[in-house]
């Protein structure tokens, strides 16, 4: 079964704002990932946050993670038209990744 | 670094053929590949772990005869699907890490995908 879900499921922002996405798991993991994927496309890795990590920066990008909650949430500041495209969380076990459902960003200019 | 090409990028066939995915690392040597499934608008559903020199890890409920996966050396794994029919049309991701990288070992690097159309 799925590991990860993401909410909001579709979010619309303007160029300039933040966009928050969010994601839940539901077991104990070593490492929570964040990808990108554009429309018909791979999967770009964003972002790692290790199991005894609470927050971790990249660029623009925010990433907390709460174990107790089994939730992580991806912050993108200052967000721009390039930004559009859908974001999965994905739980790392042993070597396989599990990816949630994914969020769809549409970021207008 | 850690580029991973996929080809073809689309393919459209007949139903009762067969069709082959190639995913290869571009500039590391990946032990372990993975090949995913997805639909549209949904998740990506992981089919198969393929090992450089052994036989694939099916996730249950994927057909091993149906989606053969051969990874015959440290850059190159196919997934051949055989005798498509209508159903499997989808997109098909492959990913490979890099674990000489410690520091990136959890990462996958994916391929750009494989839209297939089975008429």
Known sequence: SQQGEEDPQALSIQEGENATMNCSYKTSINNLQWYRQNSGRGLVHLILIRSNEREKHSGRLRVTLDTSKKSSSLLITASRAADTASYFCAT????TLTFGKGTMLLVSP | ???????????????????KIECRSLDFQATTMFWYRQFP???L?????????????????VEKDKFLINHASLTLSTLTVTSAHPEDSSFY????????????KNIQYFGAGTRLSVL
Do not use: F
């Open chain 1, 92 to 95: 790392s076990g042993y070597s």
């Open chain 2, 1 to 19: 670094g850690a580029v991973v090409s996929q080809h073809p990028s689309w393919v459209i066939c007949k139903s009762g053929t067969s069709v």
């Open chain 2, 41 to 43: 608008k949904q998740s």
């Open chain 2, 45 to 61: 559903m992981l089919m198969a772990t393929s090992n450089e020199g052994s036989k694939a890890t099916y996730e249950q409920g």
């Open chain 2, 93 to 104: 991701i492959c990913s490979a890490r890099d674990t000489t990288l410690v520091a990136a």
